[in-house]
């Protein structure tokens, strides 16, 4: 296995190839991209509907067939915090995504193979960009280009992880050259990818602590939250999801969507189908295969052929080496410990935030399920599956 064949790279991860700053789309997007970049402003009117129903459709079907995908990918993000910001920037969720939104969305998730609401991939994955363009991805040298409400905790939340997923290409890259290396039965230099895994977890570990500096958990539950929601299993959706005006193939019926969520990031996927870890079923394991289908494509098959491919588990199983028993359990620890500091902040900034507004029910993820039991759950089977 090879990471460019995936569209991911070992300086980058899953993170786009290019940086949003530099993309620039054909004139029709132009009203798109000036109400994007003014969200801010919008939502503070407590009206944003009304700004955004006067939008024009500029028609995108055939542009979105055929555009390059950085373009494509672009639109994506400004136009999935557009519709992320109709559907909650006002008291009272619509039952109607306007056609001048939903048809536009709509084409450009078909083209990337993805659900016609705000992912991950563009919440984080596509949304930034350096500062600095010889430095480094790094927390000191990288800015969010698309907001809602804009402001530091919104930026800081979604900046730790653009951090963590920079970081993460390390983890990628062995794990791919790990399907080889198990296959030929090298021992010392699978120990020694192993290790240099090791210490990539703790840089995306030190990155992950940091959250608390600059995201205040008050901020992040009424001020950052609200807006990433989707409409699957939210009681403030009548119907049970949204209507897309102007799409026939929905019948007019309500869409289902899951929300945007940190549990679409393929990171802890990938490690677990590399080690081979498997977990029972519950609803959360229920709930993160269908998100399998909300990650971009290439990052889905990334996941597919490792789950396929490795025999990591069974080579560590058998040799007698204990130093790459002890590099392998040490993997495995960095995986539970990654989900144990998950399964904190969703108690400290989602749980014990008092109270809840319009579809920010505490006791359920941005997804749409009940979480901290299954979090807790997962960690510690991924715990106990050591060698």
């Known amino acids: ?78 136009y999935s915090f557009l519709v992320q910001a109709y559907v909650w920037g006002e008291d009272d969720p619509p039952a109607h995504l306007p056609a001048n939104l939903s048809c536009p969305m709509c084409a450009l998730a078909d083209r990337l193979g993805q659900a016609p609401l705000l992912p991950y991939s563009a919440y984080v994955l596509d949304n930034w960009y350096r500062l600095d363009k010889d430095g480094p991805i790094t927390l000191d040298n990288i800015a969010m280009h698309q907001n809602f ?15 963590i997923e920079a970081e993460a290409g390390v983890l990628l890259d062995n794990a791919a050259k790990l399907v080889s290396v198990a296959r030929e039965g090298d021992t010392t ?47 403030a959706l009548e119907g049970g999801g949204l209507v ?24 802890v996927p990938a490690m677990d189908a590399l080690f081979q870890v498997g977990h029972s079923d519950d609803p959360l394991k229920s709930f993160l295969d269908e998100l399998h289908h909300y990650r971009p494509v290439e990052h889905r098959r990334f996941v597919e052929d490792l789950a396929k491919k490795s025999t990591l588990r069974e080579f560590v199983a058998g040799s007698d080496d204990k130093a790459l ?17 998950h399964l904190e902040y ?9 109270g809840s507004i319009a579809g920010n029910d505490p006791d359920v993820g941005t997804g749409g399920t009940p979480f901290m039991k299954y979090l807790k759950k997962h960690r510690d089977e991924n715990r106990a599956q050591t060698v």
């Open 189 to 235: 230099e699978a120990t020694r990818l192993l290790r240099e895994m090791d210490a990539a977890w703790e840089r995306i570990y030190g990155h992950f602590g940091r959250m608390t500096e600059r995201c205040d958990p008050y901020v992040y539950f009424h001020r950052v939250r609200p807006y990433i929601h989707g409409w699957a299993n939210n009681p």
């Open 1 to 78: 296995m090879e990471l460019e064949d995936y569209g991911l790279s070992r300086e980058r991860g899953y993170l786009s190839h290019y940086e949003i700053d530099e993309i620039s789309l054909p004139e029709q997007f132009a009203p798109i991209v000036e109400a994007a970049g003014n969200l801010s402003a919008l939502l503070t009117t407590g009206r944003v509907r009304h700004f955004l129903d006067a939008l024009p459709d500029p028609e995108i079907g055939e542009w979105a067939e055929n555009a390059p995908e950085e373009e494509v990918r672009t639109a994506m993000v400004h």
């Open 325 to 341: 028993k002890e590099a392998f359990n040490a993997c495995l620890e960095q995986s539970a410990r990654f989900r144990t500091r």
């Open 149 to 163: 409400l804009g402001g530091v905790d919104e930026n800081w939340f979604v900046l730790v992880h653009v951090a």
């Open 346 to 354: 969703a108690a400290s900034y989602i749980n014990k935030q008092a």
């Open 244 to 267: 897309y005006e102007g799409m026939e193939r929905y019948e007019g019926k309500p869409q289902a969507f899951r929300g945007q969520t940190g549990s679409q990031s393929s990171i």
